[in-house]
């Protein structure tokens, strides 16, 4: 059973940062692409970061240049580098990874790590 597990949430001030980590239960190269989503309350799940099959990082408008991605092949962990937070960052922030395999989709989360911006 595939596992993804998020850490490194928690209360920050506005304009301050974090670093969210991912742990993945296999080869994190085994997933086509892997990315971070966040909840906040009343709204829905939005996509923020990820790697695409090629390897290229790609990033929602709403955090570009302050948000980066990266991963550590050696500890399976994919990471999710938050600077100058703002409020509107809160939120429930998901691992995600994907699989094709014979032509079918195979998603995976995490179980989520809250990320609150407040002062």
């Known amino acids: 059973q595939v596992q993804l597990v998020e850490s490194g949430g928690g209360l920050v001030q506005p304009g301050g940062s974090l670093r969210l980590s991912c742990a993945a239960s296999?080869?994190?190269?085994?997933?086509?692409?892997m990315a971070w989503y966040r909840q906040a309350p009343g709204k829905e799940r939005e996509w923020v970061a990820g790697?695409?099959?090629?390897?290229?990082?790609n990033y929602a408008d709403s955090v570009k240049g302050r948000f980066s991605i990266s991963r550590d092949t050696a500890k399976n962990t994919m990471y999710l580098q938050m600077n100058v937070l703002k409020p509107d960052d809160t939120a429930v922030y998901y691992c995600?990874?994907?699989?094709?395999?014979?032509?079918?989709?195979?998603?995976?989360w995490g179980q989520g790590t809250q990320v609150t911006v407040s002062s």
């Open positions: 296999e080869n994190i190269f085994s997933f086509n692409t």
């Open positions: 995600n990874g994907r699989r094709l395999r014979s032509g079918l989709t195979y998603t995976y």
């Open positions: 790697f695409a099959s090629s390897g290229n990082t």
